[in-house]
């Protein structure tokens, strides 16, 4: 949709640097990350950002995983000045779960911890230096409220609608980036980026995002997920949805909202149109 061209899962980072990225930061600053304190590198995030957006052309995608949280110094890790607003996608936390178990190699009871502890990190190793700079998490419904709280224009996508009717999310996104938005772009869209295609790529050619431990990035997953009662349960607890009954049936259907507390966030969240050019962040949790 942006370039016109078949989409390429290996080319993702000409759209624009991930926001974890350790070698734009570093280029963009010119200095060495690794010479820094970790309250130097947080602090010196949102300069980062400011030199990409000023020095872009057009506006630039960056995929973020961080929850939108200040820095040490007080200011915003996102600054408002660099950025055009946010596409923040969300999945059933139940889902979560079980797809960053087979991601991260864990078991489901591990998975579930991490998303229930509010100091949740990535890229903390202190044994090696990372390709990515530290992302703080917090809690999955911590993050979440988090974004849905941003002070620029964020659009929700939930990963659910985004499989029930691929067509109608995408044309809501595009308009949102003030992309082109017509039935044939959509379609195209639709079509390059469906898992069948996208596991035919990494089958291929590989795909340098999959972690060592996984057997695969791209994996075709059900939309349910049928999980035992107290797995179900300790889910519900780390996402902050354990104070709020689950409905029966159908809380994954399209056009359904979440339960508890996200739920309520969802029906008063209303996408914003961009009103500024610079950058693009786009989340995923």
């Not at 690794?34 to 995929?63: F, H, M, T």
């Not at 100091?119 to 998490?137: F, G, N």
């Amino acid at each position: 949709m942006i370039s016109g061209q078949p989409a390429d899962i290996n080319a993702m980072h000409l759209l624009g640097p991930s926001a974890d990225g350790r070698p734009p930061f570093d280029e963009a600053l010119g200095i060495s990350s690794a010479d820094l304190s970790l309250e130097q590198e947080v602090n010196l995030r949102p300069r980062a950002y400011e030199i990409w957006a000023g020095e872009a052309r057009w506006p630039l995608y960056c995929k973020a995983h961080d929850a939108y949280h200040f820095t040490p110094a007080g200011e915003p890790l996102f600054s408002t000045a660099a950025t055009r607003g946010a596409v923040y996608v969300v999945r059933d936390p139940r889902a979560v779960a079980v797809s960053l178990a087979a991601y991260m190699a864990w078991t489901s009871d591990e998975a579930i911890v991490w998303m229930n502890d509010p100091a949740a990190v990535s890229a903390s190793s202190i044994k090696r230096l990372s390709h990515h700079l530290r992302i703080l998490l917090l809690r999955w419904h911590d993050h979440v409220e988090s974004w849905l709280a941003a002070p620029f224009p964020v659009h929700l996508m939930r990963y659910e609608d985004m499989l029930a009717d691929p067509g109608a999310a995408f044309a809501a996104a595009a308009a949102f980036l003030g992309l082109p938005c017509d039935s044939n772009a959509i379609e195209v869209a639709v079509a390059a980026t469906r898992f069948s295609r996208l596991r035919e790529q990494e089958e291929r050619a590989g795909f340098t995002e999959k972690p060592r431990s996984a057997r695969a990035f791209f994996q075709a997953e059900p939309v349910l997920v049928c999980l035992d009662p107290s797995l179900r349960r300790a889910v519900q607890r780390a996402a902050g949805l354990e104070r709020h009954p689950q409905p029966r049936r159908g809380d994954l259907e399209p056009g359904q909202r979440q339960a508890g507390r996200f739920r309520s966030h969802l029906r008063h969240c209303r996408p914003r149109q961009l009103t500024r050019p610079k950058r693009v962040v786009l989340v995923a949790r």
